[in-house]
């Protein structure tokens, strides 16, 4: 079984800069695409990033390109997402996600099936 975790959110100010982190478990970490989506109140999810399995494929959203940085380490089970610069509109729960299939593109977000709690971070103007 799947599970995901993610920690590291909380509250920061405009300008400032976080660092969210995503555990998994249940299968071979390394084997999958990871990815990291947000949803604000009132709005749609939205596709914040996503890594390839080796971490060498990268995609980021137009919204946070720039200031947002996808990483993993395959030796922790972990991912990354590195928030500098931030904005007020950054507000929302940040979620952890990969697919069931091994062949899964990093940057195709239909194909995020598994899901961690979430986080809260909160940007204050």
């Known amino acids: 079984q799947v599970q995901l975790v993610e920690s590291g959110g909380g509250l920061v100010q405009a300008g400032g800069s976080l660092r969210l982190s995503c555990a998994a478990s249940?299968?071979?970490?390394?084997?999958?695409?990871m990815g990291w989506f947000r949803q604000a109140p009132g709005k749609e999810r939205e596709f914040v990033g996503g890594?390839?399995?080796?971490?060498?494929?990268?995609y980021y959203a137009d919204s946070v390109k720039g200031r947002f940085t996808i990483s993993r380490d395959n030796a922790k089970n972990t991912v990354y997402l590195q928030m500098n610069s931030m904005k007020a509109e950054d507000t929302a729960v940040y979620y952890c996600?990969?697919?069931?299939?091994?062949?899964?593109?990093?940057?195709?977000?239909?194909?995020?099936?598994?899901w961690g709690p979430g986080t809260q971070v909160t940007v204050s103007s």
């Open positions: 249940g299968r071979t970490f390394s084997s999958y695409v």
């Open positions: 996600s990969t697919p069931a299939s091994q062949y899964a593109l990093f940057y195709r977000p239909s194909e995020y099936q598994y």
């Open positions: 890594i390839g399995a080796s971490g060498r494929g990268k």
